[in-house]
Nanobody, 127 residues
Framework: QVQLVESGGGLVQAGGSLRLSCTAS????????VGWFRQVPGKESAFVAA????????KYADSVKGRFTISRVNAKNTMYLQMNSLRPDDTAVYYC????????????????????WGQGTQVTVSS
């Protein structure tokens, strides 16, 4: 069983940066697609970014393209989300996720396609 634990959330002013980390335990996730989602109260979770098992492919939501960067270090069983130029509408609980399965051509963007989830970390961007 894989456990995912996020860290790095917090309060930041608009225009600032944060780096979220997600570390897996229980088994290695070097063959997993991993992703980040975010959720605000009263809304469904929204896809943020995903990265292939070897880091060779990345996918981003339009709202974060050019500002956020997803990465992973398989040797550390850890993935990251570097968030720059943060805006108040980036405020949300951010969740890391993992998808175990055969290689995919298109990186998944639906939460139902991921089977492993962290507990979430709050990111608050003040104006």
């Amino acid at each position: 069983q894989v456990q995912l634990v996020e860290s790095g959330g917090g309060l930041v002013q608009a225009g600032g940066s944060l780096r979220l980390s997600c570390t897996a335990s229980g088994r290695t996730i070097d063959s997993y697609v991993v992703g980040w989602f975010r959720q605000v109260p009263g809304k469904e979770s929204a896809f943020v970014a995903a990265i292939s098992w070897n880091g060779g492919r990345e996918k981003y939501a339009d709202s974060v393209k050019g500002r956020f960067t997803i990465s992973r270090v398989n040797a550390k069983n850890t993935m990251y989300l570097q968030m720059n130029s943060l805006r108040p509408d980036d405020t949300a609980v951010y969740y890391c996720s993992g998808r175990r399965g055969p290689p995919v051509v298109v990186l998944p963007t639906q939460s139902t396609e991921y089977g492993y989830w962290g507990q979430g970390t709050q990111v608050t961007v003040s104006s």
